[in-house]
């Protein structure tokens, strides 16, 4: 099979969650540790770090990589989902892994696959771990997928368990209280392994401490310890500078960050707190620190956070696609100085909109649309839902379709944002 048949095999074959939603997810680990045992446990031979979260994981992993690749340390990163190439999941240091590596591995590994019959994301966790092992990895950095407690990375002993913080995201699937989200993703603690926590939020903070307790984890607060200030201006080419003060010793570092969005503040403190507490068996100081930050989309190819696609009309996209990440990121929106604001939106069809569309601004033209997933909510009927929040606009079929309409409605001084959903953002990128 070719690279694309090979692609099309796993979607047509295996269930996807960000193809076809609940019905993809498993709620036990039997199929991973199968994988895993077939494997002879791959993610033995390197350390890890593993990272859970509603919101910022992505980002924490990417900067956690870049750190360590600043420092020389061979890195895999593993996050999901992809934008673009299914590859993106799977890096060691930059590169993705190479496509005859995908095709070589399903090649080999029909037998298990069709005895096993795992998900996809089950299939890329035993991959990733396995391609990991091949590169001879020092460390991998590894995101969960869903929750935490049942997650395909969940079979690891890492060396630090990390939460960046707990939002209203797959209630569905984890829980309908924060509290009950919290204590899913909390099943990545590990007996005798230090925890670190982003995000001290009041519903989550005992949850926390109990199950650290109850693992003899240490656990460590970011937000207690450090302190992040973005500026407020961001440079030309997306740059902004940050400001992070050890509340502990009053020490203050400077640098500045590709990723332009106001929420990556806590994102930059838990990554300071992560190294922190890994002071004592990683050869890394202050600038691999600031060096990773300021270098992880070169690093690790990271996309589709506040990312600035255009000057003229000023084109942002970002991924936020919960209560919490567009929050932050409508308030950021509301400061921008522009003419007119645009917005390119889209989600999926199991999206809680009632939490959602009242975050975004009335006065706003709307470009309704979906992404070309099974999942896509239809853009129709997000129009009309759109309507009973007060939200007006058009409706498009493709985002193409509606990215070209908002290019040709906006004057130079107007705002076009393009989100909703990571596979809006994707198809634009």
């Given at each position: 099979m070719t690279y694309d048949q090979?692609?099309?095999?796993?979607?047509?074959?295996?269930?996807?969650?960000?193809?076809?939603?609940?019905?993809?997810?498993?709620?036990?680990?039997?199929?991973?540790?199968?994988?895993?045992?077939?494997?002879s446990h791959p993610h033995t031979k390197y350390k890890t770090i593993h990272i859970a979260g509603t919101?910022?994981?992505?980002?924490?992993?990417?900067?956690?990589?870049?750190?360590?690749?600043?420092?020389?340390?061979k890195t895999g990163l593993y996050t999901s989902p992809h934008l673009k190439d299914f590859r993106e999941r799977i890096r060691v240091n930059r590169e993705m892994i190479p496509k005859k590596q995908v095709t070589g591995f399903v090649k080999k590994h029909t037998g298990i696959i069709e005895s096993v019959k795992p998900s996809f994301f089950e299939m890329t966790v035993a991959m990733a771990f396995e391609h990991f092992e091949r590169e001879k990895v020092d460390y991998a950095v590894i995101e969960t997928g869903l929750g935490g407690r049942l997650d395909s990375t969940n079979i690891i002993n890492p060396v630090i368990s990390v939460i960046t913080n707990i939002g209203h995201d797959h209630l569905d699937l984890l829980g309908n209280t924060i509290g009950k989200i919290a204590f899913e993703k909390a099943g990545i603690i590990k007996?005798?392994?230090?925890?670190?926590?982003?995000?001290?939020?009041?519903?989550?903070?005992?949850?926390?401490?109990?199950a650290t307790?109850?693992?003899?984890?240490?656990?460590?607060?970011?937000?207690?310890?450090?302190?992040?200030?973005?500026?407020?201006?961001?440079?030309p080419d997306g740059f902004r500078k940050f400001m992070v003060r050890d509340m502990e010793n009053e020490d203050e570092v400077t640098g500045i960050t590709p990723l332009g969005g106001d929420y990556q503040a806590k994102n930059?403190?838990?990554?300071?707190q992560i190294f922190s507490c890994l002071a004592g068996s990683l050869k890394i100081n202050c600038t691999n620190i600031t060096d990773g930050i300021r270098k992880v989309i070169t690093n690790t190819g990271f996309q589709g956070r506040w990312q600035i696609l255009n000057i003229n009309p000023l084109t942002i996209c970002d991924t936020?696609?919960?209560?919490?990440?567009?929050?932050?990121?409508?308030?950021?929106?509301?400061?921008?100085?522009?003419?007119?604001?645009?917005?390119v939106v889209g989600f999926v069809a199991d999206k809680d909109l009632d939490q959602i569309l009242p975050l975004f601004p009335k006065h706003a033209e709307y470009y309704f649309t979906k992404a070309s997933i099974l999942r896509a909510l239809d853009e129709?009927?997000?129009?009309?839902?759109?309507?009973?929040?007060?939200?007006?606009?058009?409706?498009?079929?493709?985002?193409?379709?509606?990215l070209r309409a908002a290019k040709k409605n906006a004057s130079p001084n107007d705002l076009i944002f393009i989100g909703g959903s990571t596979f809006v953002v994707a198809e634009v990128i």
């Open positions: 090979t692609i099309e095999f796993l979607y047509s074959q295996l269930p996807a969650y960000h193809r076809i939603g609940k019905a993809a997810y498993k709620n036990n680990l039997e199929n991973t540790e199968a994988l895993d045992e077939y494997f919101n910022g994981k992505g980002s924490v992993s990417h900067m956690i990589a870049s750190v360590l690749i600043e420092a020389g340390y007996k005798n392994v230090v925890t670190v926590i982003g995000e001290t939020q009041n519903e989550t903070k005992d949850v926390f401490l109990s307790r109850e693992k003899m984890s240490e656990i460590f607060f970011a937000d207690n310890r450090f302190m992040c200030r973005l500026d407020e201006s961001i440079s930059i403190q838990t990554v300071f936020g696609h919960n209560k919490e990440g567009l929050q932050y990121v409508m308030r950021q929106i509301s400061n921008i100085r522009a003419d007119r604001l645009h917005i129709r009927i997000l129009q009309t839902r759109a309507s009973e929040f007060g939200l007006q606009g058009t409706c498009y079929p493709t985002v193409v379709k509606a």
